[in-house]
């Protein structure tokens, strides 16, 4: 049957609609982090670059993604999410999350990078003051207006960010900097492309972007449960495949230099050192704008995501405009301490909360199948976990059973944790079940 015309109008606006939202979220997960580390895990994995993509794409976008869908599972609240470990916990792991890939870290890093990465190699030995001072007012001014994120990120910036990183990977390609070392620099390709993964913190970012996106697509007049899932699914793998394309090929021109730098390198001197042997000080330059990009729409994103939590948590007390600011305000600060003392901070913090706030995710997809008991005892043992993990890590104390976990060796200690808490929470579940029933047989 022939299509009406306005049927074939209605089907191109969805495509649009998908196609704009998708990269938009593309912008959203693609920030300071995701232009450093790749291109480093290359440089260490030298002829096994490829496997640890793969391992970091994983660690990164894969789970992120499930995060988003966790978040639609759960009617698009994250605190149906958190409520499952208890309102008051879980209000206290979503702030810490929200502080974290905000004014703590993430946010800060975006603005450290534009200094280090653009202001610096560009325009000059500048005070970090006034770069991240500046760059935070621009962020201030495209965030102020809610309604208008999703829009600005996806229509006019994700384009000019995904071509200027396709031409410099494809002038990597054509004319490399270099043979690609056989031999891996680092002890393990597969942890070190998880743990790279991990440290961009997409998968803590996630549930609040996914807050942006599916109230946009709900703005957009998907309000059925069905069409909404839908645009949010299409949505997402239109990122999912822009992402693994540049991450694939980050990670190649990485590998490309692993026989000319050594680990000892500056993460976001090796990108810009790459930059300047392929395209010199012309390249330096398109690298400082796509990272200013890059950093500007997730900084959008996450600034907008902080302050309408917050506000939402507050119960309007504090308004979303007046938050803007405040988040503003505070990343500007921790910005100036530089990218190197920002990652320092972030690695304890991050192994801390991560095993947590990763299983309160992946369990939150089955929100009618898991019940609460379980799912409070698996985040209880899996924070646990990583809490030991951390203590012995640091040197703070000599836990000897930590490297005799399983799957420790990848990453995964905290997992047993987790699993063994689990199980005896969904018994604990089981028991208060057969009481209640036993209760009620009674009284009848």
């Not at 703005?219 to 069409?227: I, P, R, V």
């Not at 990670?251 to 000319?260: K, N």
């Not at 799912?375 to 059973?401: P, T």
Request: aromatic letters at 10%; proline letters at 4%.
């Amino acid at each position: 049957f022939a299509l009406s015309r306005k049927e074939i109008l209605g089907m191109n606006k969805h495509r649009t609609n998908q196609f704009v939202i998708g990269l938009a979220l593309f912008s959203m997960f693609f920030g300071a982090g995701n232009i450093i580390f790749p291109p480093y895990l290359g440089l260490g994995a030298g002829s096994d670059w490829f496997t640890g993509f793969v391992c970091y794409y994983i660690a990164d976008i894969a789970l992120s993604i499930v995060a988003i869908f966790a978040l639609m599972k759960n009617d698009g609240k994250i605190s149906n999410i958190a409520d499952r470990i208890g309102k008051a916990p879980g209000k206290l792991m979503i702030s810490a999350i929200i502080l974290c890939i905000g004014p703590l870290i993430v946010l800060p890093r975006t603005g450290a990078s534009v200094h280090e990465m653009f202001t610096v190699p560009v325009i000059g030995d500048i005070s970090p003051a006034i770069s991240t001072s500046l760059f935070f007012i621009l962020v201030l001014i495209l965030t102020i207006r809610e309604s208008a994120v999703v829009d600005i990120i996806g229509k006019f910036m994700t384009p000019i960010l995904f071509i200027g990183l396709l031409f410099l990977i494809i002038c990597g390609i054509i004319s490399p900097v270099g043979s690609i070392s056989p031999e891996p620099m680092m002890d393990n390709v597969v942890v070190s492309g998880i743990n790279a993964g991990y440290q961009t913190m997409d998968v803590l970012a996630a549930m609040t972007f996914g807050i942006i996106i599916i109230k946009n697509v709900m703005e957009k007049g998907y309000t059925n449960t069905a069409a909404k899932y839908r645009v949010v699914r299409n949505s997402s793998l239109i990122a999912a495949a822009g992402l693994m394309v540049i991450y694939c090929g980050l990670t190649y021109l990485g590998a490309t230099a692993s026989q000319i730098f050594s680990l000892s390198i500056n993460r976001s001197q090796l990108i810009v050192n790459i930059t300047e042997e392929l395209m010199g000080e012309a390249g330096v330059v398109i690298l400082g704008i796509v990272v200013i990009l890059a950093c500007l729409t997730t900084a959008v994103a996450l600034v907008s995501a902080g302050a309408d939590y917050f506000c939402t948590l507050t119960g309007g007390r504090l308004g979303y405009k007046l938050l803007s600011v405040v988040i503003c305000i505070f990343s500007t600060i921790i910005a100036n301490f530089g990218i190197d003392n920002i990652v320092i901070l972030a690695q304890p913090i991050l192994s801390l909360i991560y095993p947590g706030a990763l299983t309160l995710i992946v369990l939150s997809l089955f929100p009618h199948r898991i019940s609460d008991d379980t799912v409070k005892c698996a985040v209880a043992g899996a924070m646990a976990g990583s809490l030991c993990e951390v203590l012995y890590g640091q040197g703070i104390w000599s836990l000897s059973f930590v490297p005799q976990l399983p799957l420790w060796s990848v990453g995964f200690g905290w997992l047993s944790f987790a699993v063994t808490a689990g199980i005896l929470g969904s018994i604990k579940g089981t028991l208060k079940q057969n009481a209640a029933s036993k209760k009620m047989k009674k009284l009848f």
